[in-house]
């Protein structure tokens, strides 16, 4: 069972693939009743992510004013669902499903295979002329008082305009999209990001800035664009590194190197220097962005599959779709960052709204230290702007148990055991800045006392563990459910 | 000039981008503002696009634009 899955996970090339695997795990469902734009697909997809844990991918195929079109929400919406990628069975733990991917951070090398553009299912169906999005897009209002209407889920390809050949400065990043018109949109996007690299470049030497705009991709991609890698790192290498299988490239038609089995590929040049009103957008603090002028970018083609799937995802107050779509692909590059100066951490928990906080277990070597940890940390790619609030515990606690986390924070910690570095950068959007983009950073020690300090580690309790108590709890809860029959 | 009304600025002059048709029969439209970039679609619930409706927590200043920042500047 656990050999077919694995494998199965290794064959998937693309968004209905793995539609397909997780259908047979009774993992995604059918949403045939016709639903309005809004406010239904919203509350469905809302609904659904109130399980965490179990909650299926939804395929709606009867959406009021776009007939024959297919929308899929919450690919990547339970931890069951991003076992099944990983080729694990449903209720893996999440500590699991972390040392699965951390494991394979960096371990195997990438495949990459390259799909002749006429054979590339992505380039099915082909728009070059009387370009309207919304004839390929069936889009719904997010959130209740967004801008307009958002592609949520967009991987979006482009290459350095200063250095356009280099495969590995090619960046793969989720960015919200607005539509702007029938072939407009604007890109949301901040300096410390890749894309927004690329577009003060672009607008620096007056280069053209060409992108293709990804919907519905393989799973596995999905879960890199959002990660935080190098900049001269490829987001389809890790990609395929972590998923132990090839990943398969074609060309879009402005050049840009795309998957192959993508659903919907849109090509589009930026318009250098200007900006449209944008916003506001339900972001993952669980509150609106402001309204801002961004870069906007005119469509030049749409590439299709025949039938295409639009995926898209719900993202607001937490939990959603986004937080279990990048929670672990946002702790394992922290935890294989911090290891290779600090092999002492064991385990980074970053799941809380993209590591606005975090928790990292460190086996702490002498007073103070995982403080010296934390700080490195925060000069992680992503701790840069992120990680505002650090919880540091020993390595006898696991991250991902809040209740031994809380313990930890009980007895371990002291009120002036912790350090606020102010004015530090933050995201814009984080609502808790002291202005948009700046703020203050909060390391809590909850680690034990080490020499030299003077009190020094308790004497701890040991409970019993092991077999013989794991036979005893199976046994409680046997007469329990006897009890109540 | 049309004279569809922006739920958010309240200026008119919003276009048409496109209609939802079923049978031939149209079912929605969605409009845009070209003051203030505001997307909506007529078969909204009042809350969001109804005008004097919707929460005025979200209403954009079309006699400021200058008040929102552009992001990216060199």
Redesign the interface.
Known sequence: MMQDLAKRSRSITSLRDFLEMLGDAGQAITWSDRVMPEPDVRNIAVAASRDANGAPAILFDNIAGYPGKRTAVGVHGSWDNIALLLGRPKGTTIRELFFEIAGRWGDAAAQISTVPEGQAPVHECRIESGINLYDVLPVYRINEYDGGFYLGKASVASRDPEDPDNFGKQNVGIYRLQLQGPDSFTLMTIPAHDMGRQILAAERTGLPLKIAVMLGNHPGLAVFAATPIGYEESEYSYASAMMGAPIRLTTSGNGIDILADSEIVIEAEMVLGERVVEGPFGEFPGSYSGVRKAPIFKVTAISHRKNPIFENIYIGRGWTEHDTLIGLHTSAPIYAQLRQNFPEVTAVNALYQHGLTGIVSVKNRMAGFAKTVALRALSTPHGVMYLKNLIMVDADVDPFDLNQVMWALSTRTRADDIIVLPNMPAVPIDPSAVVPGKGHRLIIDATSYLPPDPVGEAHLVTPPTGPDIDELSKKIRAMQLGAAQ | MSQTVCP?CTTSGA?D??Q???DGKV??T?H?CPT??????D???A??IGLGIR?A??A?DAAN?DR?????Q?
Do not use: H, N, T
Request: net charge positive; with cysteine; charged share 25%.
């Open positions: 958010r276009v981008d496109y939802g048709k079923e079912v929605w969605i845009r203030c970039c505001f997307s909506w679609r078969s909204e619930p809350s969001a929460s927590d979200f954009v634009l929102y920042p552009k992001i990216l060199q």
